[in-house]
């Protein structure tokens, strides 16, 4: 996954990924769907930009959890009152409970398969106080993913320098993508590689998915905060 670029993730995805405008989409969401919440809990949090939004703009406690270790350190420095977990969605227990567990940034796509979709969701609703709410940001379904696509993010600052270049291919119900990064400093030039693969799930497998996983009403917001859609998953009273 991210394992060779996540001391460039912020400078990447802040050159189109607005995490303040979405947390507020998610903010507005949770007075709609959950209005007491209070306490969430961001499944696959990245470097904790979500979470700090949500936290320094609306006043909720934030927790996270991720299997990259570094970004973990950069989410508790963003968010020192959060406490941050190193885990596995597919298989975490945090001994815990939240009004809402978030899982945004299509993060769910990286359980690769229906087997551990569903064990995700398991976990997810583990984690969800009754009358709570899972908010998920879904990976593109099967027949909205294009293979064969090539893409490049260009960073330019005065003092650092990335191209990030991708391309795509489908491997059964795979997306898979190469990525290689040329990123220059003033003291080097390196020249990096890695290879994320997010499972290609239909609209009807995730419900399936967050119903095995324990939650009774489950609706889909094909727009979402991205484009991507939005499941909100509601856990009994």
Known sequence: MFSQ??????????EF????????QIATLLRE????????LDVGCGTGRHAAALVSNYGFEVDGLDIESGFLESARERCPNGEFFHGDMASFDLGSSYDAVLCLFSSIGYVRTLERLTLSAKSIRRHVAPGGVAIIEPWFTPEFFRGGAVHMTIVDREDLKISRVNRTEIRGRISWMEFQYLVADPHEIRHLKEVHELGLF???EMFEALRAGGFQEVEFDPEGITGRGLYIARSQS
């Open 33 to 40: 769907k959950c209005p007491s919440a209070k306490r969430l």
């Open 202 to 204: 239909t609209e009807e």
């Open 5 to 14: 670029s996540t001391e460039l993730y912020d400078f990447i995805y802040s």
């Open 17 to 24: 990924k607005d995490f303040e405008a979405e947390a507020s």
